[in-house]
T-cell receptor
C-alpha cells in the first residue's frame, strides 16, 4: 500500500498567489515525521519543512507552512506569495522505521509551475 | 560542515556493462546512508540503506547491489546493466535515526543505459 500519496501531478499558479500542495500519508505508528522537499530541474533535493506527529502547532519556514491535519492524515504544503523560482517538483516524505533503521519514504511528487 | 559528494554527474552505459556509482560524506561520522532511484518525472524509490560499515539492507529486488567499505563511503554497483536501470540516482545521508532528522542529498547521477 502506498505510504505517501500526492494526488496532484501538476499545479499551476500565478506569481504572488498562494498554492497548496496536497499530501496524505498512511502509518500505524504514533510517532512519525513528515518532510517536504523541493527538486528544481537541476535535480538537487532541497529540504523545505518538517512536521513531527506530536507537534502541537503547524510548522512554518518563511513562505512555507504545513497544514497538518492528524486525524485526516494529511500534511499539505502551503506556499504563500509564489515566485517564479518556486517552479519545481515538490515531494512529501515520511520517515519510516525499517528492518534495520529508518528511511524517508517519498510520494510521487507534484510539479509546480509559477507563471508571471 | 557536512558535505556529500556523488559522482559521476552523468553516465551513458551500454546494456550489459558494469556500473559503479560512488558516494562519500564529509564532516560527520557513522551516518546512515541511502541510495534512491528516480525514474523520469517520478518519485524517489529507496533502493538500499546502510546503518554502518558492511551493513546493507535492500528494499527492492534489483539488478543492483550496494556496499559500504568505509564509514563514509557508499557504493552502488551492477554487474550487467539493463535498459530499465536508467534513471536519476541519488545518495543521501542522515545523522542518527531520529524521526525529525532530515536527509541530505548528493547532486545525483543521471544514468542512461543504451
Amino acid at each position: 500500500a502506498q505510504k505517501i500519496t500526492q494526488t496532484q501531478p501538476g499545479m499551476f499558479v500565478q506569481e504572488k498567489e498562494a498554492v497548496t500542495l496536497d499530501c496524505t500519508y498512511d502509518t500505524s505508528d504514533p510517532s512519525y515525521g513528515l518532510f517536504w522537499y523541493k527538486q528544481p530541474s537541476s535535480g538537487e533535493m532541497i529540504f523545505l519543512i518538517y512536521q513531527g506527529s506530536y507537534d502541537q502547532q503547524n510548522a512554518t519556514e518563511g513562505r512555507y507552512s504545513l497544514n497538518f491535519q492528524k486525524a485526516r492524515k494529511s500534511a499539505n504544503l502551503v506556499i504563500s506569495a509564489s515566485q517564479l523560482g518556486d517552479s519545481a517538483m515538490y515531494f512529501c516524505a515520511m520517515r519510516e522505521f525499517l528492518q534495520a533503521g529508518t528511511a524517508l519514504i517519498f510520494g510521487k511528487g507534484t510539479t509546480l509551475s509559477v507563471s508571471s | 560542515s557536512q558535505t556529500i559528494h556523488q559522482w559521476p554527474a552523468t553516465l551513458v552505459q551500454p546494456v550489459g556493462s558494469p556500473l559503479s556509482l560512488e558516494c562519500t560524506v564529509e564532516g560527520t561520522s557513522n551516518p546512515n546512508l541511502y541510495w534512491y532511484r528516480q525514474a523520469a518525472g517520478r518519485g524517489l524509490q529507496l533502493l538500499f540503506y546502510s546503518v554502518g560499515i558492511g551493513q546493507i539492507s535492500s528494499e527492492v529486488p534489483q539488478n543492483l547491489s550496494a556496499s559500504r567499505p568505509q564509514d563514509r563511503q557508499f557504493i552502488l554497483s551492477s554487474k550487467k546493466l539493463l535498459l530499465s536501470d536508467s534513471g536519476f540516482y541519488l545518495c543521501a545521508w542522515v545523522k542518527g535515526a531520529g524521526l525529525n532528522t532530515e536527509a541530505f542529498f548528493g547532486q545525483g547521477t543521471r544514468l542512461t543505459v543504451v
